[in-house]
């Protein structure tokens, strides 16, 4: 069994970037095999995948952010970083961190994940 935990500021200033970290307890053979995702929730926009990242540094992002967002993971301490650049108020928004087995050819099909964090909410005001 895996549990998943998001850490990071509640509150960030307009033009700064968010870093959140997601940590992952429990079975590290599960952990290592499959597909770690940081997904969003927002009030204007509802569920949105914002990349990925999985074992020899091998990243994917939603195009919508991939021109301010770096995904990393230190193995050595079951962490997943992200780094969101340039926010602003429409960042606001609770912050997940997912786990699943399979790669995905579809945005939808990457919400769709074994494991969940319980999310970190996320604000951007000044």
């Known amino acids: 069994q895996v549990r998943l935990e998001e850490s990071g500021p509640g509150l960030v200033m307009p033009s700064q970037t968010l870093a959140l970290t997601c940590t992952a307890h429990g079975a590290r053979s599960t952990v290592e095999r499959n597909y770690w995702s940081w997904i969003r929730q927002t009030p204007g926009k509802g569920l949105e995948w914002i990349g990925y990242a999985r074992v020899a540094g091998m990243t994917g992002y939603n195009p919508t952010f991939e021109a301010r967002t770096s995904i990393s993971w230190d193995t050595s301490k079951d962490q997943i970083t992200l780094q969101l650049s340039h926010v602003t108020p429409e960042d606001t928004g609770v912050y997940f961190c997912?786990?699943?087995?399979?790669?995905?050819?579809?945005?939808?099909?990457?919400?769709?994940?074994?494991?969940w964090g319980p999310g970190t909410q996320v604000t951007v005001s000044s």
């Open positions: 997912a786990l699943k087995k399979d790669f995905s050819t579809t945005m939808s099909g990457w919400l769709i994940n074994e494991y």
